[in-house]
Nanobody, 124 residues
């Protein structure tokens, strides 16, 4: 129901764009987010977006470098990642639908009901 794509390997300072395609019923149910998990670390929130009015929230570590967006005609969410750093290397996951607020959900990955399989981002 959630399918990510767009990961890969890039040099520090480079850019990548991740995509997440969702089924229509999931996409319409408000909050979608990007999370990441590096080996040996907990899953952390990167950005969330309300698919309706487009409200967005970012983790401080990516603010100003990453941009989350949505295309309602394609039921898709994107994460444009610029000025990538080695510490951005991780498996990136798309998640959808949370009972709480989309803002609070950035720090509550377990509140999301649906998850994609992940896409690897490696920055060297």
């Amino acid at each position: 129901q959630l399918v990510e794509s767009g990961g890969g390997s890039v040099q520090a300072g480079g850019s990548l764009r991740l995509s997440c395609a969702a089924s229509g019923d999931i996409f319409s149910r408000s909050c979608v987010g990007w999370f990441r998990q590096a080996p040996g670390k907990e899953r952390e929130g990167v950005a969330t977006i309300v698919t309706g009015y487009g409200g967005k929230w970012y983790d401080s570590s990516v603010k100003g470098r990453f941009t989350i967006s949505r295309d309602r005609t394609k039921n898709s969410i994107y994460l444009q990642m610029n000025s990538l750093k080695m510490e951005d290397s991780a498996m990136y996951y798309c998640a959808a639908v949370t009972d709480g607020s989309c803002a609070a959900a950035l720090n509550a990955p377990t509140s999301f009901r649906y998850w994609g399989q992940g896409t690897q981002v490696t920055v060297s």
